[in-house]
């Protein structure tokens, strides 16, 4: 398909730039938002339509919405960077767009073309040029779509909305690295063979809220999530996957299946192997990580995905007690694998794989 051509409709009132500056000093994340969006619109007859940049602003949606009842809802996560050549990379935006394709398969949604999704994407990084940092921080872009028709019976929606916004977002660690504390789940789990646990949807992150408000209430940062079958195998974390390095330099990650395939995960997998470390997609017990942190068998463990690239697991805590990980601190393979990704995803490492596609303003 011909990707469609974008309609600019001109914002009536973009943000000044002391104000921009001002709020792209300390913006955190996902709090200040650019100021434009992309909207494309799906109906059965047209396919895709009505391909727009235009002002960020709120949705007019009816109360029946069927998003809003049965949560028929996908999204994806990718960052924009700012070359110090001038310019933007995205990083695997190819993968963002696949992986888009296979939720919106599970979720019985219309596919986006990849065509269609990276034009999309770097309409929006033209468009909010001025929104994208420099230094350590970064864009990060949310595609996502959800279904729009006003219908309350329980079948696939028979129209939807593409959309992406972006916030400009600081270093994810403010005032350098830090480990991260998580909590194991032993009551909720987040996904079942059969279920949505590899699509990237709204629904997931619903369900996964309990156990991440447990995970507050006991002091951690994040939650990790056990299998729903036995509970007794390392899935992931509420919002990254998860891995495993060993002193005889293996690392191990849980397989595929029920888990989000991060495309960070894919790439850390990559730079491992290419590192000289053996890399093991497998089942991963609790109890094992138990036993492998206090014989000391375990050196490091971390946790990746595109908001917080990688960081390391300090702190480990359950209903029983908690162990460290290491010396709790980052460790040495957390520490490289982190500065060979961030180094090709900022353009100040040469892109071997050619997992980078440059956008110009
Ligand atoms: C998005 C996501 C990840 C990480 O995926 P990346 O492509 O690396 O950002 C991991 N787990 C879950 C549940 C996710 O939603």
């Known amino acids: 398909m011909a990707t469609l051509a974008f309609e600019t409709i001109p914002h009536g ?29 799906w109906t059965p007859d047209k396919g895709w339509h009505e391909a727009q ?29 700012r070359l110090p050549e001038g310019g933007f990379s995205l990083f695997r935006p190819e993968e963002n767009a696949r992986r888009l394709n296979a939720s919106a398969e599970r979720m019985a949604m219309p596919e986006v073309p990849e065509e269609l999704f ?13 929104w994208v940092p420099g230094g350590e921080g970064s864009f990060y872009l949310r595609p996502f779509m959800f279904a729009s028709e006003a219908f309350l ?38 996904a079942a063979p059969g279920g949505t646990g590899a699509a990237k949807c709204g629904g997931n992150y619903a369900a996964s809220l309990s156990a991440t408000k447990e995970a507050f209430a006991n002091g951690c940062d994040q939650v990790v999530f056990l299998d729903a079958v036995e509970r007794k195998w390392i899935d992931e974390l ?37 590192a000289g470390y053996t890399v093991k997609e497998e089942l ?30 300090g702190t480990v805590k359950y209903r029983g007690g908690e162990f460290a990980i290491g010396n709790s601190g ?8 982190r500065a060979k990704l961030t180094g090709i995803q900022r353009g100040t490492a040469p892109d071997a794989y050619s997992w980078t596609r440059k956008v110009q303003a």
């Open 153 to 190: 019976g329980v079948r696939p929606a028979s129209e939807y909305i593409f959309c992406v916004i972006g916030c400009p977002v600081g270093a994810y660690f403010k005032g350098g690295f830090k480990t991260v504390s998580v909590w194991i789940s032993e009551e909720y789990t987040r």
């Open 284 to 313: 991963y017990s609790f109890d094992q990580w138990q036993a492998d942190a206090r014989s000391g068998r375990m050196r490091e463990a971390f946790a990746c995905g595109t908001a917080a690239v990688i960081a390391g697991i």
């Open 238 to 274: 509420g919002g990254m996957n998860v891995f495993f390095v060993m002193d005889d330099n293996t690392i191990v990650t849980p397989k595929l299946g029920t888990i989000l395939p991060g495309i960070t995960r894919a790439s850390v997998i990559r730079l491992a192997e290419e």
């Open 118 to 130: 990276l034009a999309a994407i770097e309409e929006l990084v033209k468009a909010d040029a001025d």
């Open 330 to 337: 980052d460790g040495e393979t957390t520490t490289q694998l």
């Open 53 to 81: 940049v235009r002002a960020r602003e709120p949705f007019r949606i009816d109360p029946a919405a069927a998003v809003l009842h049965y949560a028929q809802e996908i999204f994806e996560g990718m960052k924009a960077y």
């Open 13 to 41: 009132n973009p943000t000044p730039a002391d104000k921009r500056a001002a709020l792209m000093a300390d913006p955190g994340f996902g709090k200040v938002f650019s100021d434009h969006m992309v909207t494309i619109r």
